[in-house]
């Protein structure tokens, strides 16, 4: 997605970017319009062509009632699509979200949960870093089968070396039609299968909780799917292109009728088509949140987020349990002192760090 800045200037120059914009699409429909009003405004000069206009309905007063009530028809239907598609496009986002959220708390869960086992740190190794690449790639695929990307769609998304899970494996993997599925029933196989082990010894109820979170981020998985690849309602759609349509065309005619000057019509007829069309095709863009656009979700990105996420929780330095240190005093006022991580850190590794007061003298 774009990043923007729109503090200071930045809310002035950002609205000429034309990276991600749909103005240059909206530019484009509502250009030869304005030149149509201006021919027929050039045109109205004409004697024969300008008793034509006032004959016209829409020169009337009953013109001006329907084109009003037709302007607005127009409108609420783009509005509304307009904010349909956008409750679609952050309904998609927040599911993906979650869905990445739950299934990293269940990797992250199994691997707190292995700290309380007698085996072999070999076999809770193997069993570990078979889950983190399982996670990996229940994510990957996840992920890939929301994307409209035909990349995505052809090779996939980064995972956690898959090629280190057996052939027989990856091959049934790589035929499924429903590999998110898959491998969600190899996770819970391969958590049933340590705790049949000894691997996995903690308390039902609690390793309940790892599987409570597996089936909640399948359940996200499928209301972003819905959100994804279900299409907006066809014949809403059709009706909402016929009706800019008929806007395009009979909008000159009456800017014609109601300005007193070629720029006066051109301009008004401008502003109205350039709008319109511009709501239309933000609209258009939301419906289809993965779609691979400059201004929809990062299918990728996410992925390497994940990615990073599962080895940090097999990294060496962080699968050990934070201790305090054997120098400090359990004492109240000592726990009271306020320090920044960063800072501890230069302290830890023999900075002298001094105090600067602001303001000073």
């Avoid at 609205?15 to 149509?36: E, H, K, N």
């Avoid at 082990?197 to 979170?213: D, H, K, N, Q, Y």
Wanted: aromatic share 12%; charged share 15%.
């Amino acid at each position: 997605m774009i990043q923007y800045n729109i503090d200071g200037a930045g809310q002035f120059t950002f609205m000429f970017q034309l990276r991600g914009s749909v103005f240059p699409f909206a530019f484009c429909i509502a250009l030869p319009c304005s030149a149509l009003a201006v021919l027929l405004k050039a045109l109205n000069e004409n004697t024969e062509f300008s008793e034509v206009q006032e004959a016209s309905l829409l020169a009337s007063s009953g013109g001006t009632a329907m084109w009003s009530g037709f302007s607005f028809l127009v409108g609420f239907v783009i509005v509304f699509r307009t904010s349909q598609a956008h409750s679609r496009f952050w309904d998609a986002l927040n599911d993906t979200h979650k869905m990445l959220a739950e299934w990293f708390d269940a990797a992250s869960s199994l691997a707190a949960y292995c700290r309380c086992t007698e085996k072999d740190e070999h076999d809770v190794d193997s069993f570990l870093f078979t889950a983190m690449r399982l996670f990996s790639m229940l994510s990957a695929t996840a992920l890939q089968e929301l994307s409209d990307v035909g990349e995505h769609q052809t090779w996939g998304l980064h995972t956690l070396d898959a090629s280190a899970i057996d052939a027989e494996s990856i091959s049934a993997l790589d035929g499924s039609q429903c590999r998110v599925e898959l491998l969600y029933q190899w996770i819970q196989q391969l958590i049933v299968d340590g705790t049949r082990s000894g691997i996995l010894t903690i308390p039902p109820p609690i390793l309940g909780r790892t599987f409570a979170e597996l089936s909640c981020g399948m359940s996200k998985f499928q209301d972003a799917h819905k959100h994804a690849k279900v299409p907006f309602p066809f014949p809403y759609a059709q009706t909402t292109i016929m009706l800019l349509i008929f806007h395009w065309l009979l909008t000159p005619w009456v800017m014609v009728n109601w300005s007193g000057s070629i720029t006066g019509a051109a301009v008004f007829t401008f502003v109205q088509v350039f709008a319109l069309w511009s709501l239309n095709k933000i609209a258009t863009n939301f419906e289809r949140p993965f779609a691979g656009g400059e201004n929809d979700i990062d299918p990728q990105s996410m992925q390497n987020r994940m990615n990073r996420q599962l080895v940090n929780i097999m990294d060496p330095k962080t699968r050990r349990t934070p201790t305090l240190d054997p120098t400090i005093v359990c004492d109240v006022e000592a726990l009271r002192q306020k320090d920044t991580i960063h800072r501890a850190a230069l302290l830890g590794e023999g900075w002298e760090l001094k105090t600067v007061v602001a303001g000073g003298a």
